[in-house]
């Protein structure tokens, strides 16, 4: 089996083969999915991608569900994880109605579900007001955050709270490689603000939206079906974290944790074959 984890992250498996826009490991080529995948026609048995398709504008996403069609075979699987936009908006819905009958712990629970909702999207810094939420030194429902996006949580956050320590701390740590490398990126950062005066927050916000760091999409099983669908795909089916059609696939501990638990529950899981 030939199977092949696009936008993999940190979340890839050495006998697979992984592909980043950044190469986190040397497990992973690196290489911009908006330039299409790099590989022959019908060359996979399996293409998987998790909480990346919304990345991508919809026309955008669409021609890269079609790139995921060419190279896989026929008989093949894709597999298709996103954050699901009916479940979502049903949690925030949920939220905002016990909020409206006065319950307390919802109230808490209430400015999270708006963040989880609209942030990824909106934002114009890195981290967004997400980062922000989870700098509190007391996050006062992370046990509610770890049900909606899973275990991820208290990474991001432990990070946040680290990201809290001063820069002069953080430096301390670099090898003088990376701190040479950081001065030089200082000056540059300093001649385009010479440069570009009022233009550089311009500047600066275009990076981030162009980063792959923003959702410019989002899907539920009716959106995603349709795009399966349009792309040529066939047997379209909504599926569990812990299941499919790729042999093995649950101890494969892709979309679960070790434990057993969903690695990211607020996902739609989707598959489809190739004829
Ligand atoms: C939310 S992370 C998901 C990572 C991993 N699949 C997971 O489920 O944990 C999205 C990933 O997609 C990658 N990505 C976004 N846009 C990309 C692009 N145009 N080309 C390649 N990778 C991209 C990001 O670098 C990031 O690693």
Same mark, same amino acid.
């Given at each position: 089996? /030939?199977?092949?984890?696009?936008?993999?992250?940190?979340?890839? /498996?050495?006998?697979?083969?992984?592909?980043?826009?950044?190469?986190?490991?040397?497990?992973?080529?690196?290489?911009?999915?908006?330039?299409?995948?790099? =590989?022959?026609?019908?060359?996979?048995?399996?293409? %998987?991608? $998790?909480?990346?398709?919304?990345? =991508?504008?919809?026309?955008?996403?669409?021609? =890269?569900?079609?790139?995921?069609?060419?190279?896989?075979?026929?008989?093949?699987?894709? +597999?298709?994880?996103?954050?699901?936009?009916?479940?979502?908006?049903?949690? %925030?819905?949920?939220?905002?109605?016990?909020?409206?009958?006065?319950?307390?712990?919802?109230?808490?629970?209430?400015?999270?579900?708006?963040?989880?909702?609209?942030?990824?999207?909106?934002?114009?810094?890195?981290?967004?007001?997400?980062?922000? %939420?989870?700098?509190?030194?007391?996050?006062?429902?992370?046990?509610?955050?770890?049900?909606?996006?899973? $275990?991820?949580?208290? %990474?991001?956050?432990?990070?946040?709270?680290?990201?809290?320590?001063?820069?002069?701390?953080?430096?301390?740590?670099?090898?003088?490689?990376?701190?040479? +490398?950081?001065?030089?990126?200082?000056?540059?950062? =300093?001649?385009?603000?010479?440069?570009?005066?009022?233009?550089?927050?311009?500047?600066?916000?275009?990076?981030?939206?162009?980063?792959?760091?923003?959702?410019?999409?989002?899907?539920?099983?009716?959106?995603?079906?349709?795009?399966?669908?349009?792309?040529?795909?066939?047997?379209?089916?909504?599926?569990?974290?812990?299941?499919?059609?790729?042999?093995?696939?649950?101890?494969?501990?892709?979309?679960?944790?070790?434990?057993?638990?969903?690695?990211?529950?607020?996902?739609?899981?989707?598959?489809?074959?190739? +004829?």
């Amino acid at each position: 089996m /030939r199977c092949l984890n696009l936008g993999c992250g940190t979340r890839f /498996r050495p006998d697979w083969v992984n592909l980043d826009s950044i190469a986190h490991s040397s497990g992973i080529i690196k290489h911009d999915l908006q330039k299409g995948i790099p =590989f022959d026609d019908d060359s996979f048995d399996v293409v %998987y991608h $998790s909480h990346v398709l919304e990345h =991508f504008p919809r026309a955008a996403g669409y021609q =890269f569900m079609q790139e995921c069609y060419r190279v896989l075979r026929p008989q093949g699987t894709v +597999r298709v994880v996103v954050p699901d936009l009916e479940q979502i908006t049903r949690a %925030y819905l949920t939220t905002l109605e016990k909020c409206l009958a006065g319950d307390p712990i919802w109230r808490v629970n209430y400015p999270w579900m708006l963040l989880e909702l609209l942030d990824q999207a909106t934002r114009n810094h890195t981290g967004g007001d997400m980062l922000h %939420y989870f700098s509190q030194p007391n996050i006062p429902n992370l046990d509610f955050i770890v049900g909606r996006i899973g $275990s991820e949580a208290k %990474y991001i956050a432990e990070m946040a709270q680290a990201q809290r320590q001063s820069s002069d701390a953080r430096l301390q740590g670099l090898s003088w490689k990376a701190l040479i +490398r950081h001065r030089l990126w200082q000056l540059r950062e =300093f001649l385009y603000r010479l440069v570009l005066r009022s233009d550089y927050a311009a500047l600066q916000v275009g990076r981030l939206r162009l980063s792959g760091e923003i959702h410019y999409c989002m899907y539920d099983r009716y959106s995603l079906h349709q795009l399966l669908s349009d792309c040529g795909f066939t047997d379209i089916a909504v599926c569990g974290a812990a299941q499919s059609q790729i042999p093995n696939w649950a101890a494969l501990r892709l979309d679960t944790e070790p434990d057993g638990s969903v690695y990211k529950p607020d996902s739609l899981f989707m598959e489809a074959q190739k +004829r």
